[in-house]
Each structure stands twice: as structure tokens, then as C-alpha cells.
């Protein structure tokens, strides 16, 4: 971009911003832009606006068009509130819309939810406002609790600190899907002007409502009452002892408070207890990665717990680690978790006689096929979606139209569990409060969690799990990742760590075929979405995706071989040679 093309995108934001903060950034920068790096800074800021994805908005905090501020935030607002009035025209002539906000801990949590509930009451909507920090999944129950037609949280999930976001949601408690998600695109980028009030007259004239205690109370009672052995509970509990770090999000109030009531000894991580926009504790807040859960691991020892609980910033991911026989800390992956979650659910539900009819188990595309083998052995079907959990949720929305809900469990690998049909969002604390009752049952059969994983793999075969996630920054990040992909569609993959691929799946193009007779294509029933899949020879899965709100390429895989041995050193392997393949790109 040119210095004046830049220039000129900065002072028509100073003009348009409201929030001093932020403006206050722009100018500093404009007034020094003969300096190299500041206008190198400056184009970084405005080379692009901050896209309202299919999730909403997820950015770098800042001053910008490519920044999360209060005048995007504004605008989303804006865009969101017009296609409301629009999709329900009666509600928005008689005065009834109304809206849920919730926030993490992420900075400027205050701004963004506080700017969001004054455009939308602005615009005839009652905005239904959390009072202090909420977990996302106690959002997506209070819009259904409540009655709301649309949601927002402010989070950034697990990303590093000066990352926040904006995550719309629909009247059925689930993130905006299709076809309501593209049209909401399309209002946010027709917005030319925003309507707002002030906070003091939107709660003096009812049009923002002020909420806490009233959904919190019938959430936690809602996890609760989705256990399957209480009396287990009331009689074991005081044996098992857990740690639990929240990762200075909002977990904790929830967390501590449920397991609590069930009588479980819970100590949490007192130095990431509160919550805290810096995570000064973590590199990154994701209880996916070994490191975030350093802290609660060295307590564990210390106190010689029979668990690690971790959820991260907004409370609808969950992590875990349990000690193995020499006392050493053993990290669960999220398929692993999946895989001990839908075994535990679905024999409950089978001895319980709650298998609802005609049972599903709904996963991602990029979740172990490991899990498949233990849901059809309980007679429950299995339903891929594309990754992200509100297309978990569209499945689940999907049955219980049918008037009968055939949802048994869902999950994604990415530390996602749905345990509940009253929450349409992966719920961090109700998987918690299952994975509790989960080890005491089967502590009361004489077996660890890591017991029971052992005796899957010896029933349905060992699966080992890999990820490698290759972050592309900057302006050239795009290009580079769109290159890769397109080598990968170009050129194939006839063979990984010594096997041949059988068959390639791209959701893209929305067919499969085996490259070896690559004229042969079936179609596949998902949207377009930009993911590659290759299936091996013995059951082995990789994927390849880029990521929706981040500026990186994921790769997952799935390995699998009789023994544990061998799927490690095939995992390795593979994970060498798709290193290699993005070592190539830079």
C-alpha cells in the first residue's frame, strides 16, 4: 500500500472511532509515520479490515480496521442488530427481540460487551447483560433459558493475550450457521452508520437488563441433574481428589461450585485462579498444550491428586492428566478424552435404559475414527460435520426437530465435549462435572482412567495422535497457506510414513476419490470448507486444514496399528514428512 493510501485510512478511522484508547494509538502512529517501522505498523493496521467471519470477529486488540476495537465491534453490533429486525419481522413490530452478552476474561472485556448491548438496545433489542465473566457455554443456555433470538460472547478462546473476539450466536443457543451466518456478513459490511445509546439510559428504559445469579443458579443445577450416578457420587466423591486450574478465565466459579456440591475434594490453582487478560502464568491459555497445565501438574504431585481439571479462558474447552503408576502425569489428548467420554455416556445411558432412540454420536471430520469403533459397539450411529462445534450443534438442532433427539454425545478433537442437549456450544464445565463421576465409577471398578483407555486400545486397536500447527504471520501469511493447500490438491499424496493413501477426501471441491483412479469421484454432503483428508492403508487418517481464526495451517493425525509401539513410530513418521512439506513453503 501507498503512505497516503495508509494515511488516509487512518484519519478516516480516528474520525469514526469513539473509544479514546484506541484512537488515541492511530494518531500517535500517524503523527510519527515518517519513521520506516511506525508506517510498516500503520499498514499492518489497515492493509485490510477485520473480516466478520463465519464465527465472527477474532483479531489483535488495537487501533486499526485490522484490529478488534470498539468500532468494529460497533459495527458487527450494527450488522447484527439489522439482520435481526429483518429475520423477525414480528417480533421487531412488536417490541419482543431481545439478546444475551456474556465475556471472558480477555482485556477490554468491559468495552466490547458494554458497546455491543448499546448498539443493540439501541436498536429495539433488549440486551440481556452478564455482570461480570461468564463462560461461553452458560451463554448459549441463558439464550435459549431466556428466550433470546441472538447472542454474543466476547472471547478469543485460548489465543495469547492481545488476541479478543466476538462470537455471534442463534436463537437455538448455537453458533450462526448457514444460511443465517453469510447474511449477517452481508449487513455488517453494508453498515454505514451505528445506533447507540448510553449504558445509564439503556438500563433506566429496561432495554438493557442486568444478569447473573437468576441463569447461574438453573446452569450448574442443569449439569447436575445430565449425571448419571448421584448416589456414586454422594458415597465415593470425598475420595477423589482434583486439581484444577481455570487458566485465569472464568471456570472457576462454575467449576468449583459444582463439584463442590457433589462433595469432591477440589483445590485449584490458586496463582491462575482469578481471572486475568496477561495469562501472566501461560504462554498461551489452551489446556490442548502441555505447558499451560505446568502449574496445576506440579500441585497434582504435590498433593498426589487423582486428576487435573483444566478449562480454558472461556470454560467451553477441557483438558486433563491423570497419574500413572509410578505418579507421573500423564497428559490426555482431546480424541482420548472423546473416546473415554463417549464409552462412559453410552454404557450409562445403555444400563440407565436413557439411549434415546435411534442414537447418534456426532464428531468432526478431523476427530479420531478411533471413537467410531466404540459408539457402533454400543449400536449408536456416528454423524461427521465439519469442525467447529456449532456444526455439532446443527446436528443436534436437527433431531430434536424431528421431534424425538437422537443426539447421544458429541465431541471435537480440539478439546471440545458436549455432554448436555440444553447447551448448543462444547461446555468445559459440564464435561468437568462428567468426568468426575466418570473416574470415580470406574475407581469403584478397581481401574484408573488410563486403565480403561488401555483396555480400548486392546479391543479397537491403538490410536496415536499428532498435530502440527505451522503459523504463517503478516501480510504474506495468506498467500503462503493458500499455496500450500493448492500443492497438496495438485499434487497428492500417494504414500505417508510408508502407506498408501486409499482414498483422498476434499471438502473443498465436496468429493473423494482414490488417487488411483482419481475420475472416479463420489460427492460428499458437507458445505465447502477448506479441509484435505487422506485415508491409509490400515486405518491411519491425516488432515489438513487451514485455520478459520488464526493465521495458521493445522495438520491432525490420526494413527493407528495393533500395537502402541507402531503407532507412535507411524505417527513420527508422518509427522516428519508433512514437516517437510511446510519447511518447503517458507
Known amino acids: 500500500m501507498e503512505k497516503t493510501e495508509i494515511l488516509e485510512k487512518a484519519k478516516q478511522y480516528i474520525q469514526e472511532e469513539t473509544d479514546i484508547a484506541f484512537r488515541k494509538e492511530v494518531e500517535e502512529l500517524v503523527s510519527a509515520s515518517d519513521d520506516e517501522k511506525v508506517l510498516k505498523e500503520l499498514e499492518d493496521r489497515f492493509y485490510q479490515s477485520l473480516e466478520f467471519g463465519t464465527a465472527g470477529l477474532r483479531g489483535v486488540m488495537g487501533g486499526g480496521t485490522n484490529r478488534m476495537n470498539s468500532l468494529n465491534v460497533s459495527k458487527a453490533t450494527q450488522g447484527l442488530a439489522n439482520y435481526i429486525l429483518k429475520a423477525f419481522p414480528e417480533e421487531a413490530k ?11 476474561s480477555r482485556h477490554n472485556h468491559d468495552k466490547f460487551s458494554d458497546i455491543t448491548a448499546r448498539v443493540l438496545a439501541a436498536n429495539g433489542i433488549k440486551a440481556y447483560l452478564f455482570t461480570s465473566l461468564r463462560p461461553t457455554p452458560e451463554l448459549s443456555f441463558a439464550i435459549r433459558t431466556l428466550g433470546c433470538k441472538t447472542g454474543v460472547v466476547v472471547t478469543a478462546s485460548h489465543n495469547p493475550p492481545q488476541y479478543n473476539g466476538y462470537k455471534a450466536y442463534w436463537e437455538d443457543g448455537a453458533q450462526v450457521a448457514e ?24 438500563i433506566a428504559s429496561g432495554k438493557i437488563v442486568l444478569i447473573d445469579k437468576e441463569i447461574d443458579d438453573k446452569y450448574q443445577a442443569m449439569i447436575k441433574a445430565n449425571l448419571y450416578r448421584p448416589e456414586l457420587i454422594k458415597e465415593k466423591a470425598s475420595s477423589v481428589k482434583v486439581v484444577y486450574t481455570p ?6 466459579m462454575h467449576v468449583e461450585k459444582v463439584l463442590g456440591d457433589l462433595g469432591l475434594n477440589v483445590i485449584t490453582v490458586p496463582e491462575q485462579r482469578e481471572g486475568n ?7 498461551k491459555p489452551n489446556p490442548e498444550e502441555a505447558p499451560a497445565l505446568k502449574m496445576a501438574v506440579e500441585l497434582a504431585k504435590k498433593e498426589k491428586a487423582d486428576i487435573v481439571m483444566a478449562t480454558d479462558p472461556d470454560a467451553d474447552r477441557f483438558g486433563t492428566a491423570f497419574p500413572d503408576k509410578d505418579g507421573n502425569y500423564v497428559l490426555v489428548s482431546g480424541n482420548q478424552m472423546g473416546a473415554l467420554l463417549t464409552d462412559y455416556i453410552l454404557l450409562s445411558k445403555k444400563e440407565f435404559n436413557k439411549m434415546p432412540k435411534d442414537p447418534v454420536l456426532v464428531r468432526s471430520i478431523v476427530t479420531s475414527p478411533f471413537v467410531d469403533k466404540i459408539a457402533e459397539s454400543y449400536g449408536v450411529s456416528v454423524q461427521e460435520c465439519l469442525t467447529g462445534f456449532k456444526w455439532i450443534a446443527h446436528y443436534e438442532n436437527e433431531y430434536e426437530k424431528q421431534g424425538y433427539n437422537r443426539y447421544a454425545f458429541g465431541f471435537e478433537e480440539s478439546y471440545g465435549y458436549l455432554v448436555e442437549t440444553e447447551v448448543r456450544d462444547k461446555d468445559g464445565v459440564s464435561a468437568a462435572a462428567m468426568c468426575a463421576e466418570m473416574t470415580l465409577y470406574w475407581a469403584s471398578k478397581g481401574k484408573s482412567l488410563l486403565d480403561r483407555m488401555n483396555e480400548l486400545y486392546a ?17 504474506e501469511g495468506p498467500g503462503i497457506m493458500k499455496g500450500i ?5 495438485e499434487d497428492g499424496l500417494k504414500t505417508l510414513g510408508g502407506k498408501k493413501v486409499l482414498k483422498i477426501r476434499d471438502v473443498l471441491q465436496q ?60 505417527c513420527a513418521k508422518i509427522k516428519a514428512e508433512l514437516q517437510a512439506v511446510l519447511d518447503s513453503a517458507k
Open 179 to 202: 444460511p443465517h451466518d453469510k447474511k449477517i456478513i452481508d449487513e455488517v459490511n453494508a453498515v454505514k452508520e451505528v445506533k447507540l445509546i448510553s449504558r445509564e439510559e439503556g
Open 277 to 283: 487478560g496477561d495469562f501472566p502464568t501461560v504462554e
Open 94 to 104: 412488536n417490541g419482543t427481540l431481545s439478546a444475551c452478552i456474556a465475556y471472558d
Open 459 to 475: 479391543q479397537f486397536g491403538v490410536y496415536c495422535d499428532g498435530q502440527i500447527n505451522q503459523y504463517f504471520p503478516g501480510i
Open 485 to 489: 493447500m493448492s500443492r497438496l490438491r
Open 511 to 570: 468429493v473423494q476419490f482414490d488417487p488411483a483412479n482419481p475420475g472416479v469421484k463420489e460427492s460428499l454432503e458437507w458445505p465447502k470448507s477448506n479441509v484435505l483428508q487422506f485415508m491409509l492403508e490400515g486405518g491411519t487418517m491425516v488432515s489438513a486444514r487451514p485455520s478459520g481464526t488464526e493465521p495458521k495451517i493445522k495438520f491432525y493425525i490420526n494413527a493407528t496399528a495393533p500395537e502402541a509401539k507402531e503407532a507412535e513410530e507411524l
Open 247 to 252: 487458566l485465569h478465565g472464568t471456570g472457576a
